[in-house]
């Protein structure tokens, strides 16, 4: 099929390469002309692992357009996903994007014989029925149902693994409001039928259930924060609980493993990222607006805020016990694997430890420092790039955020040569395995 992109972001960029990879043709458009030309020069515009390669193959296979005019997109195909922003702006979630998206596609489809217009922004449910759907209609009348066909398909990828989980998905939901629509929605995904399923709900079904995703994994790191915040002040490592709760066999399946979101309970300084944040306040605001409180996802947001300098508190208080001052962050993103700072803990992290007084450095293999001067502003100005991973430099303690590979790598290096203390701010590592090592549920370091 021809496809359309609106919005080359996370999503957009991922969702279009992944298609034309499958060999659908793609047009991809965004209205920031600054990061079209960048992306037409053969910039990256994303990281994300495995991307470039799928992009280079299907680019010479003829399967990409980029593109400054949306009309030559959508003219050129027989879909478009929308794939635009759904950014919070005062707590609020602010459909702006969304809007004039709809907007433009009214003065396009009117002239167009058939297309689907699919929504893969995460947007509150009946949004599409309330809000996008009447912007379509003043325009586009009799038309809109019979000929142009209105899809709601949420995405569920995790940046850090896009382009994995987008080609490998448990499941496809897609809401529509008309049978026809499920004839375009199986071609576009026929090449992933096998691997999972498409579930077909209505519209604002569809919506909901990209909500109660989000608001469950997130409930998960908020639950298990707040208890470990709790066995901390006893002394009691959460690891130690966790891996007891582990053995109960009514979390595994028949084959006896474990599911992955176990991991969504380790300790941590909370989710950050462009969407656990923004979905659980937008589902708790949305719940209000139906008179219904949504109590327990208010406490997960709560929470969540709270925990940076809840762990900052805890880093504080030890590491002023052994005089460390001189301190490497390894990780500046949200989480490994990706250049996304948005909501990331790890910059509120150190913009608290920056303020009280200890020099602070910080490394992360993805935020290079060309990003951090470009983002200078969002850092605290005593915060300093690490930049020539210069290897004698010595600190008197390392603070590790995230996994990645390169990051483990320096850290080991350390501790095996200057005993550095560790402090592991999401319980990655085997403290069996480090000396001078403490972290989140941790109540002092080990020698
Ligand atoms: N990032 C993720 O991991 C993820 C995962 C699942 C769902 N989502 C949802 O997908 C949506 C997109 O997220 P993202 O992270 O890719 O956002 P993003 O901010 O990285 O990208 C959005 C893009 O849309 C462009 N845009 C804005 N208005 C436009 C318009 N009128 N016409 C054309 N382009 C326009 C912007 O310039 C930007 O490049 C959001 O609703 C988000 O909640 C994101």
Not at 281 to 289: A, I, L, R, Y
Not at 334 to 346: L, P, Q
Not at 416 to 435: G, H
């Amino acid at each position: 099929m021809n496809i359309s992109i609106i919005g080359c972001g996370y999503v957009g960029i991922v969702t279009g390469v992944c298609l034309a990879d499958k060999g659908h043709k793609v047009y991809f458009f965004d209205k920031d002309r600054e990061k079209l030309k960048r992306f037409i020069a053969g910039e990256k515009i994303i990281f994300e692992k495995g991307l470039n390669q799928k992009f280079s193959s299907a680019k010479k296979k003829g399967k990409i357009f980029i593109t400054k005019d949306l009309y030559e997109a959508v003219n050129n195909s027989d879909a478009s996903f929308i794939c635009v922003g759904t950014p919070l702006r005062n707590k609020k979630i602010n459909l702006n994007q969304i809007k004039s998206v709809t907007q433009d596609f009214t003065k396009i489809l009117h002239y167009k014989k058939k297309h689907a217009l699919i929504y893969k922004s995460t947007i509150p449910p009946k949004t599409i029925e309330n809000f996008c759907i009447p912007i379509l209609q003043k325009k586009l009348k009799k038309k809109l149902n019979d000929h142009i066909k209105i899809i709601s398909n949420p995405e569920f990828l995790r940046e850090g693994n896009a382009v994995y989980d987008f080609e490998n998905p448990d499941r496809i939901v897609v809401g529509i409001n008309n049978i026809s629509s499920k004839k375009i929605m199986n071609n576009i995904y026929s090449k992933y039928r096998k691997k999972a399923k498409i579930i077909y709900v209505d519209i604002k079904t569809s919506e909901f259930i990209k909500y109660f995703s989000n608001s469950f994994f997130s409930l998960l790191i908020s639950y298990s924060n707040e208890i470990s915040n709790l066995s901390q002040k006893l002394n009691i490592d959460f690891i130690d609980v966790l891996n007891a709760f582990k053995l109960d066999n009514r979390l595994k399946s028949k084959k006896k493993n474990l599911p992955d979101m176990i991991n969504y309970l380790k300790p941590g300084i909370g989710y950050g990222g462009s969407c656990f944040p923004k979905d659980v306040k937008t589902f708790v605001n949305f719940s209000k607006k139906q008179k219904n409180n949504l109590t327990i996802l208010e406490n997960v947001d709560k929470i969540n805020l709270n925990q940076p300098s809840k762990i900052a508190d805890h880093i504080l208080k030890e590491f002023k016990k052994k005089r460390l001052k001189k301190i490497l962050i390894l990780g500046i993103t949200f989480k490994e694997n990706t250049d996304d700072i948005r909501n990331s803990t790890s910059i509120k992290l150190m913009n608290i430890l920056a303020k009280y007084n200890f020099d602070v450095y910080a490394y992360d293999p993805i935020f290079s420092k060309k990003d951090f001067f470009k983002m200078k502003k969002i850092f605290n100005s005593k915060i300093k790039y690490w930049d020539k991973l210069n290897f004698k430099q010595k600190f008197d303690a390392i603070i590790i955020n995230n996994k990645s590979y390169q990051n483990i790598k320096i850290l080991k290096y350390y501790n095996q040569k200057f005993q550095t203390f560790i402090y592991d701010s999401r319980r990655i590592l085997d403290k069996k395995k480090f000396k001078n090592y403490s972290g989140v549920s941790i109540n002092y370091f080990k020698n």
